[in-house]
């Protein structure tokens, strides 16, 4: 986040009536059924429902990015409720945690949130903030209370690149994998990560790079929001 941020651009908590333009971002995002078909460069979006959209837009667990009030990019996520009461919650036994097989009965007595998606429309301006909508989706879950974020990455049958570096900036750790299978393309395998709170306070960082670059990222989220 070196570039500066262009003027217009904001960030903020959706509202009832910015879901026709998230689930407009959405389809430009959609992953197909045809693995040929030539990658979105802002990522790719498996189904989400309207329904399920407006559930997370109405629990205020969804962030928008905007240029001049039109929505560019969002993310969603699940407070520990939601998640707790989820689909996903009922498959984590079935996350290969390999070497970290202990962590799943850890988390499980934290408060937790779950990072369902994050997008920006394919432009170059936009990409740029795709960093700070990630640095302030996961700042506003943990301001809200959880202690650790988790969120999974598509790895299989199509590798979603995007997400991984938005991830990385953001301390988010490796920890597993879950295979399921998804309505629109099949059977999946999806990379499970997880944030710790500390991954975001600067004073918790050994490296002064990351202490320089969480705290611009701090600033810039709140002169955006």
Not at 115 to 141: G, I
Request: glycine share 8%; with cysteine; hydrophobic share 45%.
């Amino acid at each position: 986040m070196n570039a500066p941020v262009s003027d217009g651009l904001r960030l903020r908590v959706a509202l009832e009536h910015d879901l026709d333009a998230i689930l407009a971002v959405k389809q430009r995002l959609r992953m197909g059924f045809d693995a040929t078909t030539p990658m979105p460069r802002g990522g790719f979006l498996l189904g989400t429902s309207p329904a399920q959209y407006a559930r997370m837009i109405a629990a205020g667990q969804t962030q928008v990015l905007t240029d001049r009030g039109l929505v560019v990019g969002f993310s969603t996520a699940l407070a520990d409720a939601e998640l707790r009461a989820s689909d996903l919650w009922r498959q984590r036994g079935q996350i290969d945690l390999g070497e970290h097989a202990q962590l799943l009965s850890a988390l499980e007595q934290l408060p937790l949130a779950y990072l369902d998606q994050l997008a920006v429309l394919p432009d170059p301006k936009y990409s740029l903030c795709a960093v700070l909508l990630a640095y302030h989706a996961v700042a506003a879950l943990f301001a809200g209370g959880c202690a650790v974020v988790i969120t999974t990455v598509v790895d299989q049958p199509r590798r979603n690149l995007a997400s991984r570096p938005l991830l990385q900036a953001v301390g988010a750790l490796r920890v597993g994998c879950i295979a399921e299978h998804h309505l629109e393309v099949g059977a999946i395998t999806s990379d499970v990560f997880v944030v710790p709170g500390a991954a975001l306070d600067p004073e918790a960082q050994d490296d002064p790079r990351r202490r320089a670059r969480l705290r611009r990222l701090a600033a810039l989220s709140r002169s955006m929001s």
